[in-house]
């Protein structure tokens, strides 16, 4: 049993000023019927990336039969806490069947490489468009994530959600380069808006080659729970990993990457990142993205039983 890797499925063209490349950190939600909507951040010519989405064929989703003609979620307003780029933290049906993004703003303060906190937006329109549920982070600066504190998937829990974040401290300093430094964490929360950072729990740490640990996806399998995140190392080896619990507190790391690196040439070829699972009709499915952390598109893979 594997992924077996169904290709690229889309990479902006350009055509669109705030979305000229890029699809990072893909987030899938079942709209209706037969249809995945793949939220994503697309970047502008500064790189500044905003969230639209892409509709795929859920027996195929290979098959793209639509794409957004402008931004779900812009960026914040000038000043604001997500002023220079959003990317996707997760998407959240609601009991009342609207939809609730967990969104990580950027900031560019003027003595750090930049700031992320977490914001929410919701959808009344069936997930065309968002708005923010306030202007302010939902999770903001702390003591463990002075620099980043980013939502990065949440689920039901109990009466209220769990959900796993990345926070970040401090910087790698690598070819006269910052790159920031982060582990990740689990917090609980009584209605996906408000949440306590004194009860969060460290889970997942960088091994020792390694300096940043993030993007953790975290859902329920069976009794127990998985955990798929992103990890950088000092030589700039970029790859995502399993992590496996019986009870959502303890994690084992697999030994190897889950999806592999494509050919020379291939879309994927230097990395596969960011990957989010999918489940339906008995079908299991992997959004990823590839080269350069998702400046190559976005593509797909699909749990093989043989």
């Known amino acids: 049993m594997a992924w077996e890797k169904l290709g690229q499925i889309w990479l902006p063209d350009g055509r669109q000023p705030w979305a000229l490349h890029s699809f990072m950190t893909p987030v899938p939600v079942r709209i209706d019927e037969g249809r995945i909507r793949l939220y994503g951040g ?12 892409i509709d795929v064929r859920e ?14 979620l812009d960026i914040g307003e000038a000043g604001m806490f997500d002023d220079n780029g959003i990317i996707l933290g997760d998407v959240l049906r609601l009991p009342d069947g609207h939809l609730r993004m967990y969104y990580v703003g950027f900031q560019i303060p003027a003595k750090a490489k930049f700031m992320a906190f977490t914001g929410a937006a ?10 923010r549920v306030q202007p ?30 990345s926070c970040g401290r401090g ?13 990740s964490w689990m917090i609980d929360s009584p209605d996906g808006l408000n949440f306590n950072m004194s009860t969060a729990r460290l889970i997942v740490t960088p091994a020792s080659n390694e300096y940043r640990i993030g993007r953790p996806r975290g859902n329920r399998a069976g009794s127990g729970y998985e955990l798929r995140v992103t990890s950088d190392t000092i030589d700039k080896q970029y790859a995502s ?18 999806l592999p690196r494509g050919r020379v040439g291939a879309w994927d070829a230097e990395m596969t990142c ?26 797909v893979a699909r749990w093989a039983l043989s």
Not at 122 to 131: C, I, K, L, P, W
Not at 171 to 183: E, I
Request: net charge negative; hydrophobic share 35%.
């Open 241 to 258: 990993f399993l992590y496996l619990s019986e009870d959502g507190e303890c994690w084992t790391r697999s030994n190897t990457t889950e």
């Open 171 to 183: 910087w790698q300093h690598l070819d006269g380069k910052q790159f920031p430094r982060y582990d």
């Open 136 to 165: 302010t982070p939902i999770l903001d600066r702390a003591p463990q994530a002075l620099f980043i504190n980013a939502l990065h998937s949440i689920i039901p829990y109990l009466e209220g959600y769990r959900a796993w974040i």
């Open 59 to 72: 027996e195929d989703p290979t098959q793209l039969i639509g794409v957004c003609a402008k931004p779900a």
């Open 122 to 131: 919701e959808s009344r329109d069936g997930g065309n468009t968002f708005a």
């Open 42 to 53: 697309m970047r502008d010519e500064k790189g500044v990336s905003r969230i639209g989405w």
């Open 274 to 299: 960011y990957p989010a699972l999918y489940e339906a009709n008995g079908h299991r499915y992997l959004f990823y993205n590839g080269n350069n952390m998702g400046e190559s598109g976005v593509g």
